[in-house]
């Protein structure tokens, strides 16, 4: 199910709103696409959808402080694959703080796709530096290539798939 506003049309709180009832009442969504602010506005949590498409809004320099993995796990419990889109987080050290707490916190994650279609360019040493730095961070899931398995597909589009 994916939820796409023209802008002005309906007010966010109108479709939070809409979203919400629909995670309530629809116990066969499975897969969501919508925007993070009218999730982060929902309060009704839906233990079936597995995958989540998360639209961001803004450039995100720490996606920490704009995404609450904390909420976002007590409105979508059973998520196996979660994807960022539209707007970019950045390739920085909030980064990978972000991937490990994603991780930790979605225990039933096997798929994690950041920035998924990303119009940035990367330094391929940043590349290379991020997933060292992801590998580093001491997290049993992400502890080396044999049980996560990290690729950057196009331009910044990075995939982690974790077994």
Not at 28 to 41: A, F, G, I, K, P
Not at 91 to 110: C, M, Y
Request: hydrophobic share 40%.
């Amino acid at each position: 199910m994916s939820f796409v506003f023209e802008n002005g049309v309906i007010r966010r709180s109108e479709r939070a709103c809409i979203i919400d009832r629909i995670l309530h009442i629809s116990p066969r969504v499975s897969q969501l696409t919508v925007e993070w602010e009218d999730l982060c506005l929902c309060s009704h949590s839906n233990t079936n959808v597995k995958h989540l498409r998360l639209v961001l809004n803004k450039r995100c320099q720490d996606p920490n402080a704009y995404i609450n993995i904390n909420y976002l796990v007590q409105l979508l419990p059973s998520i196996c694959y979660l994807e960022t889109s539209r707007a970019n987080i950045l390739f920085n050290e909030n980064l990978v703080r972000f991937v490990v707490k994603i991780v930790d916190r979605i225990d039933q994650l096997v798929q994690l796709v950041l920035n998924r279609n990303g119009l940035i360019s990367l330094d391929p040493e940043v590349a290379v530096s991020i997933e060292q730095e992801i590998f580093n961070t001491g997290n049993k899931r992400l502890l080396n290539s044999n049980m996560c398995q990290i690729t950057f597909s196009l331009r910044n589009e990075l995939r982690i798939w974790l077994s």
